[in-house]
């Protein structure tokens, strides 16, 4: 069984999640009332699942939060797409560790469950991760911040908000920089915004920030005061988060396609070459995050070569979904696709992943930077070596025409 080993680790993690997503039923779980999805979340303990033991949290490595997400992403896509925000912002924030806010806030979700939601990108054509469109000010001990971020998983649910923020400096440049805000009683509204029934249940809308109060331990925003070391963490630390995002985005929608595959596995007479097609995309997409997922492991940061490695990963593993999802619904069928919303239902949310930031036209000039720098090494030394041989060649002519 392909999702088996993904099955294994998420109730060696998350002991019983699994038996209760099954025990609701795919629909009835992507149809339910977000608070429910959350409230599994808090029981089965997930917030904690990436957050390091000496915080309190379950310690999980990326490895094994890519098996996670995967098997859950088949059972509940809207649950997969929630866990992937929250820990998107989480992973950010053990890479400050040492920083009492920090600190506090790790703490303070694995004890209790906080469920945390990321509002950085934002729902538009040509839009970065980071795009701030909420503004700061400074104020007595704090900042106060104003705007709107949308779209916003757990928009009704979450307890704590990592905003991306924008403050305009005196010389009329823009810093950029992000804000821990805690809902209880702060001044935020929800907005209508995803308006389709594919992961309504992930609860997507929009904030509205109204001179939202942040104190100043809560912030953290470059100023011209902080030198290149402070500069280099805190980039460190985004570029971390970034990779685990794309590698939690892949996991999530390679469940997503799995588990419509998993129902042509249940069809009689399917030709082995097709399964073996299939085979071939989901699980070569599955070692490609799994093998991405133990590198940063390894090195515990990152840097900009690894978040363009793992911006490869998450494209090889988009176009393996895409691949696999047509072909497991062709050869599904015409009656499967009209007699149930399971299998429509699989194949328009395992399309979402093209909307998850960066997208590919974005990240192309990137990547191609990324690919002529790694090549420049090796093309230096095939010119050395070609030069090299172009003079013997001619010392040897040489020594003929003599």
Known sequence: MPLQSALDATEHRLPGLIAA????????????????LCALLREYRAAGLIIPQRFGGIGASPAETVEILRAVGALCPSLAVMMTMHHHTIATVVQLGGIAA????????????????????EGKPGSGIFNASVKVRPADGGYLLSGTKKPCTMSHHMDVIAVGVAREQDDGSTVEGFAVVFTDGSPISRQPFWNTHVLRAADSNALVFDNVFVPDERMLLPNADDDLEVAAFAQR????????????????????????????????????????????E????????????????????????????????????????????????????????????????????????CFHPISRTAAAPMLAQFLRESAEPAAMAQGASATGVIASTADEGDRIAA
């Open 21 to 36: 997503l099954r025990a609701r039923g795919l629909m009835n779980l992507e149809n339910a009332d977000p608070a429910e």
């Open 237 to 280: 630390a985004s570029l971390a988060g970034l990779c685990w995002f794309q590698l939690m985005v892949g996991a999530t929608y390679l469940g997503v396609a799995s588990a419509l595959v998993e129902r042509l596995l249940t069809k009689r007479n399917v030709d082995d070459f097709q399964l073996a097609q299939l085979a071939i």
């Open 102 to 121: 920090a600190d506090e806030l790790l703490q303070g979700v694995a004890a209790y469950q906080l469920l945390v939601a990321s509002a950085f990108a």
């Open 282 to 353: 989901l699980e070569g997409a599955h070692q490609a995050l799994i093998g991405s997922a133990r590198e940063l492991e390894e090195d515990g940061s990152a840097d900009e070569n690894a978040y363009n490695k793992a911006l490869c990963t998450r494209f090889l593993v988009q176009g393996a979904i895409e691949r696999a999802t047509n072909l497991a619904v062709e050869l599904l069928g015409g009656m499967a696709f009209i007699s149930s919303d399971e299998v429509p239902y699989l194949l328009a949310a395992s399309r979402a992943i």
